[in-house]
């Protein structure tokens, strides 16, 4: 019955179609027999007036006229009777013609209702679907989410087995209220162009370049034969990946290597998460350090020239967040593999020298300086903007800190510097009067941050040609660019320490006012929690440097005072914690308030005081978003984890904002914690 049904609408449809055929050949008719009609009443005008001058030559025109006029009735019905019978044929083939089509159309076809349900199909369709009945089942078992709508937006593509098609729509209206829409299905097979255009993305050219992170530091050890051995060890695993991968690979430098393979073998390494760095890794040889390597892959592009930049890019976000990882670069991706490891103290200071002779370049050649950090400044932040502001009118720079407006956490600092100097406020501008003096030939520093989305004043960073960047934190898919001097290091405690040391290279006439060291290492001091963490013996050369240069400690410690609020505020967090997993404590701080952040930090970091807790995490409301801070110790690393929420930071220290409900957000943070801890048992 339903197809009997279906058949009904083709017909009446075809109908439709055949009248408007019809109409369109009858006005064309119609309009010769007008141009007849008017020939022949022309013709017995003519006769009319012709008889009444003779009437002889008068009747020979009308009986013209008569003739004419008889064989245009004829000629008229004949025609028309000769049109029925066409249309009669024609009627009669189109049904012939439909139903062929319909039975016998070489690929699958089917009849879909608005609803989803099939109605009808033929042979082929069955064929390929390998059932038996597929009358009244649901279009949404084969398509999802099928409606009709979905062939408005884009191509569908099915795949069934091992066989792909792409399915054309084309929608029956009705001619009533009482019937409904339906759809013609038609399958066409895609597969043969599926398959040629797999393996074409499969044979893509990726190029991966690879870098011993520690090899300086390995050979400065002093034992040249445990070298060879490491050279040789990590050379072995490399080829060993080569062969088993059919990639080509060179070393064109100590420690430097080159992987020339297709996108095919790229996902061979991604599936194994780039095991070998973890092979890389457990190399003992007798070395006491262990032996890291970073790779920076480019792909997604048919140019080499393309994916080779997309590797040199990828190579220096790796070591930017501290080596011991894979970052596999592509057009508008990046994705990050490894970064398990602590980043390790580099103690090679030639860099540091020349960052500092550059820097002095820069800021001679500039107008002025304007230096801003952080969205929410912490004092590491503002310690920093604080040194370079000193290092700028020691060259004789006017300079400016861009600092939206201060909050507990740095409240103490700008206490101080205000008492020191009660000129010292001019020196903060508000980011739209930054922007409004900004000026093509001032230069724009950037401390403690690399994200344009996190900084003070990110309309700032469009207005600037010229920009240097300092920061400590590990680098994330989001960088500010392009930037002219950068000093990113991710083994520093903190940007106070990379500033110090800078200034300590700067020669003698670089003097640093006690209050200016005083900033400088409250934030060495907040970075390294006094000085237990992430602190190496640059850290500890700064602070000396620092204290040489007039830092007072017992000054620098009434910068951590808290109000007697903020201590109540966090006993409330302690007592709202949770562990989860066995050792990570999850808690949260309702409040929405100015402190939320400070609370949230500080409460995470006496989380890790617990016995049993490795990891902690305190989740807050500030501004109308989510922030969550994470502490760590050992080997959990919550960058990894805050990364999976969209932030980022250090190994064991890291936050994240986010848009959602305290509730939601909790949720989100313990999903990233069981999907770190998997990937951690693999």
């Known amino acids: 019955m339903k197809l009997k049904r279906w058949m009904r609408i083709i017909k009446k449809n075809r109908k439709n179609r055949l009248e408007k055929e019809e109409k369109k050949i009858q006005r064309v008719v119609k309009k010769a027999w007008f141009e007849q009609r008017q020939l022949l009443i022309g013709v017995g005008l003519l006769a009319c007036v012709v ?43 189109m049904d012939l013609v439909t139903r062929d089509l319909i039975f016998n159309l070489p690929i699958p076809f089917s009849l879909v209702s608005e609803n989803g349900s099939i109605l009808w199909y033929n042979e082929v369709f069955q064929t390929t679907m390998e059932s038996q009945e597929w009358i009244g089942e649901s279009m949404g078992r084969i398509i999802p989410n099928f409606s009709f709508s979905l062939f408005d937006k884009e191509t569908v593509m099915v795949s069934l087995g091992e066989q792909t098609y792409q399915v054309l729509c084309n929608v029956i209206e ?42 300086e530091e390995l050979g400065s050890l002093g034992e040249e034969f445990k070298m060879s051995e490491i050279d040789a060890a990590v050379h072995r695993i490399l080829d060993g990946y080569a062969v088993r991968t059919s990639a080509a690979l060179r070393e064109y430098d100590a420690g430097k290597y080159m992987m020339v393979l297709n996108y095919r073998q790229l996902n061979w390494l991604v599936d194994r998460k780039f095991e070998l760095l973890d092979e890389i890794r457990e190399i003992d040889v007798g070395n006491s350090m262990p ?39 592509q057009a508008d991706t990046l994705n990050f593999y490894g970064g398990k490891s602590k980043t390790l103290e580099k103690r090679n200071r030639v860099k540091a020298r020349v960052i500092a002779h550059a820097l002095k370049e820069l800021v001679a050649e500039s107008e002025r300086v304007f230096v801003m950090g952080h969205k929410v400044p912490d004092m590491d932040s503002l310690g920093a903007a604080v040194g370079f502001l000193a290092i700028a009118q020691n060259l004789d720079k006017k300079g ?10 740095v409240d103490n600092m700008m206490r101080r510097l205000r008492e ?15 922007e409004e003096l900004f000026q093509p030939n001032d230069l724009l520093v950037i401390v403690d941050n690399h994200r344009p989305e996190s900084a003070e004043a990110p309309k700032l960073i469009l207005k600037a040609k010229k920009m240097i960047l300092f920061d400590h934190h590990r680098r994330t898919a989001s960088f500010i660019e392009p930037v002219t001097l950068m000093y990113m290091e991710p083994y520093a405690s903190s940007t106070c320490e990379l500033i ?4 300590s290279y700067m020669g003698d006439a670089m003097k640093l006012l006690p209050y200016e060291a005083d900033a400088l290492l409250a934030g060495i001091t907040v970075d390294t929690k006094n000085f237990t963490y992430k602190t190496g013996v640059r850290t500890f050369e700064a602070a000396s440097y620092l204290k040489r240069a007039g830092a007072d ?32 404590a999850l808690s949260q701080f309702d409040q929405d308030s100015d402190i939320s952040i400070l609370v949230a930090a500080q409460s995470a970091d006496e989380l890790l005081k617990v016995r049993g807790v490795r990891a902690s995490f305190v989740v ?10 994470g502490r760590s110790m050992d080997e959990i690393n919550v960058q990894m984890i805050m990364e999976k929420l969209g932030g980022g930071g250090h190994m064991n220290s890291a936050a994240t904002q986010i848009d959602t409900s305290l509730a939601l957000a909790k949720n989100m943070l313990k999903q990233a914690i069981d999907e770190y801890i998997e990937e951690e048992k693999e």
């Open 51 to 93: 008889a009444i001058i003779d009437l002889t030559l008068g009747l020979l025109l009308g009986f013209l006229f008569f003739y004419g006029f008889s064989y245009y009735l004829i000629r008229k019905n004949g025609n028309k009777h000769q049109w029925m019978r066409l249309e009669e044929g024609m009627a009669g083939e």
């Open 174 to 215: 009705p001619k009533d209220e009482k019937s409904s829409r339906l759809a013609m299905l038609y399958w066409i097979s895609r597969t043969e162009l599926t398959g040629l255009k797999e393996r074409l993305e499969m044979s893509q050219p990726c190029i991966a370049m690879i870098q011993i992170d520690n090899y």
């Open 291 to 329: 032996v890291t390597l970073s790779m920076g892959i480019g792909a997604g592009n048919d140019s080499f020239t393309k994916v080779y930049e997309f590797a040199g890019v990828a190579m220096e976000i790796a070591l930017g967040r501290g080596g011991d990882q894979a970052v596999v670069k």
């Open 400 to 409: 400016y800190i861009v600092f939206n407006e201060s909050n507990p956490s």
């Open 420 to 434: 020191e100097d009660e000129e010292y406020s001019t020196n903060f501008l508000t980011p739209a009067q930054a």
């Open 500 to 503: 110090a040391e800078v200034i």
């Open 553 to 584: 400690t017992m000054e620098v410690r009434k910068f951590f005072k808290d109000d007697l609020s903020i201590l109540i505020q966090k006993a409330s967090v302690m007592k709202e914690t949770e562990i989860y997993k066995t050792c990570f």
């Open 620 to 629: 807050t409301n500030y501004g109308g978003r989510i922030h969550i801070s």
